[in-house]
């Protein structure tokens, strides 16, 4: 009730963390005089779980890792010995949060091999059991994480089936029991993830930001409907905030005034969490986000103050949680996205001194996340967009007539190399995870970007010797 990340809660991690950890001394203590009951193994088990579920939560990610594989380890066991459905769904949620920690670290094809390992032990007792209400929910959930990893892969078709598959699931589930808060909630997840592969310019996507659009209406009446009946939940509000986010992102190019007015209800949700609990990870960080996913549909409005405030707040959270967390990937993913926002309003703005410096601030932390994801997509994304940037401001100086003609030359190579190193990123996908249409055709731009930087330079060459 303090602060489950997992369950209706009031969003109090510390408060949580601190409760967790004296019923885990009290279950130590139990297991050490009684190994053999299951029942004191199982509050074992799940202390080991809940500990280290939270840590990943909240921003320690290396700190989980031993935890939760213990509980894997004991609930394995546990499973072995009883062969209880109830223990069996325990050992599947043990599997999604460590294929989570994986997948939030960069090592998506380890996640999704314990989200495989989930889903098959679900399924098998599915057909070896008869099948129930809290049978069919586990198997719908798997789909979902699997669906996740696939996604971190660049895998669209795949991950596409199995967010259907598990929708399918919960839609018949819903219509069964209509009531379950439960069940309609994991539906807008499903609806959320179908909207963001569909057509969300933040993810890998398909390009059909219609059907992205209907999934994300679908997905924020589910939200406003279980904020409304339990108002004091952090993860309601939390589900709000992502769907509101959700039609910002859609409505960004299309109508920046609505994506605007969708980004500011997010952005109030999240105030109202942050004025009980103002040091929490997860409210400060979906803040960062709000401000900075705002500041693109407001200078399509030409409101460029506003989005620079958003902007430099943004990026002022980013820097605090980077500081606070200086380990923890998703941290640093959001201080990179804020560098690299700010960069580009820079360079809109035509601040060339600014823009460069947040340029290369995001180009180091992109360098360093590349370095440390085996297998995720995402991190080559940001690594190729920072490339880019660089790219795109060399090109502004090379271009600007009162610059002097050398250095505009030299400006010109500095993009054209950039533009190589962004083409060497898109061209190595595949090494990381699956090909799609959305891969090849930012790297056919980017070949096609380094293609053209050949064209003027003859021009400004000759001018720099006269």
């Excluded at 952005?267 to 942050?274: S, T």
């Excluded at 902007?311 to 990937?329: G, M, T, V």
Aim: aromatic share 8%.
């Amino acid at each position: 009730m303090q602060g489950d990340p997992w369950g209706p809660s009031l969003g109090h991690s510390d408060q949580a963390m601190k409760s967790y950890e004296k019923a885990m001394a009290l279950a130590q203590k139990l297991a050490a005089a009684n190994a053999n009951d299951l029942d004191i193994q199982r509050a074992l088990a799940r202390g080991y779980f809940k500990i280290g579920a939270l840590r990943a939560e909240i921003g320690d990610k290396a700190g989980s890792y031993d935890l939760l594989r213990q509980s894997i380890k004991i609930f394995e066991e546990i499973v072995r010995r009883s062969e209880a459905l109830m223990d069996m769904r325990e050992l599947s949620n043990c599997y999604v949060r460590l294929g989570d920690v994986y997948l939030d670290t960069g090592d998506a094809r380890t996640g999704l091999e314990f989200y495989q390992r989930s889903l098959n032990l679900t399924l098998k007792w599915e057909r070896e059991r008869e099948p129930d209400d809290k049978m069919a929910t586990a198997v719908a959930n798997n789909y979902g994480h699997v669906g996740e990893a696939l996604a971190s892969l660049g895998d669209l078709t795949s991950s596409i089936e199995n967010y259907r598959q598990g929708a399918a699931r919960y839609e018949k589930l819903a219509r069964k029991n209509p009531d379950s808060a439960y069940n309609q909630r994991q539906l807008r997840v499903m609806y959320t993830w179908l909207g963001n592969l569909h057509g969300n310019p933040r993810f890998v996507n398909l390009g059909d930001k219609a059907a992205a659009e209907r999934y994300y209406r679908q997905a924020l009446a589910i939200a406003q409907e279980i904020a409304e009946a339990d108002p004091k939940s952090a993860m309601a509000r939390l589900d709000l905030i992502t769907s509101y986010n959700s039609m910002g992102d859609i409505l960004a190019a299309s109508d920046p005034a609505a994506s605007v007015g969708q980004y500011r209800k997010s952005l109030a949700v999240v105030e109202n969490l942050l004025a009980s609990e103002p040091d929490e990870l997860r409210f400060l960080s979906r803040q960062a986000f709000c401000l900075r996913s705002a500041a693109s549909p407001l200078l399509r409005l030409g409101q460029r103050e506003a989005a620079l405030r958003n902007l430099r707040l943004s990026l002022q959270i980013a820097r605090q949680l980077a500081s606070r967390f200086p380990i923890n990937p998703q941290v640093k993913t959001g201080l990179h996205a804020s560098l690299l926002a700010m960069a580009c309003a820079m360079l809109e703005v035509g601040d060339h001194a600014a823009a460069q410096d947040h340029f290369k601030q995001a180009q180091s932390i992109a360098e360093e996340l590349a370095g440390g994801a085996s297998s995720d997509v995402y991190a080559r994304w940001r690594l190729a967009d920072s490339y880019e940037g660089l790219a795109r401001l060399s090109e502004a100086l090379a271009g600007n007539p009162e610059v002097r003609p050398d250095r505009r030359v030299a400006s010109h190579h500095e993009a054209c190399s950039w533009r190589r190193k962004a083409l060497e990123v898109w061209e190595s996908w595949p090494r990381y995870g699956v090909s799609s249409s959305f891969d090849a055709a930012r790297r056919e731009q980017a070949a096609h970007a380094l293609a053209y930087c050949d064209t003027p330079l003859t021009k400004l060459s000759a001018n720099s010797h006269r």
